[in-house]
């Protein structure tokens, strides 16, 4: 990711979008929160796969959405929550999210705004667009 607050770049392939997800790999540290927003199929678990791999991840890279929360030993450990199918932000605390921001690692969180008031002041930002079959409209922002 460039050294800018947002960063917009369309994909029109999945290795396109992989080279974006590197990009932005390069640039996460220790601690940081991810949110990825947009509709379904629009290529959020796809991303944090290749950002997991580009960390150093050998696990199956799956979506979340029916266990809430995977986890991935990496260069730092990953954890990717998938809030889909949880209804409020009181079931999402219910499932320990905010003692899993102190741990040591890395968040991807996929429908974040089920949970928008459990964020950290500081995450990066992923939208989404679905442009065409192959391509993506990816905005990535810092958020503070």
């Known amino acids: ?21 590197e990009e932005l790999s390069n640039n996460l ?17 796809f991303f944090v796969k290749y950002i997991a791999k ?3 991840a050998k696990n199956y890279i799956t979506s979340p959405s029916f266990t809430i929360l995977n986890e991935y030993n ?20 219910e499932i320990g999210f905010r003692d899993f921001l102190n741990q040591k690692g890395i968040f991807f969180i996929e429908w ?4 928008e008031h459990l964020l950290p002041k500081e995450y990066i930002k992923v939208m989404f667009e679905i442009i065409d079959k192959s391509s993506r409209k990816i905005t990535i922002s810092k958020i503070s």
Do not use: C
Request: charged letters at 30%; aromatic letters at 8%; a positive charge.
């Open 1 to 21: 990711m460039e050294k800018k607050d947002k960063v917009v770049k369309i994909s029109h392939s999945l290795k396109e979008t992989e080279r974006i997800a």
């Open 112 to 115: 974040p705004e089920k949970a």
């Open 29 to 45: 540290n220790q601690g940081d929160v991810v949110v990825l927003y947009g509709p379904l199929g629009s290529g959020k678990t």
């Open 74 to 93: 990496a260069s730092l450990p990953i954890y990717h929550f998938d809030f889909y199918r949880l209804k409020t932000e009181k079931e999402i605390e």
């Open 54 to 56: 580009s960390l150093g």
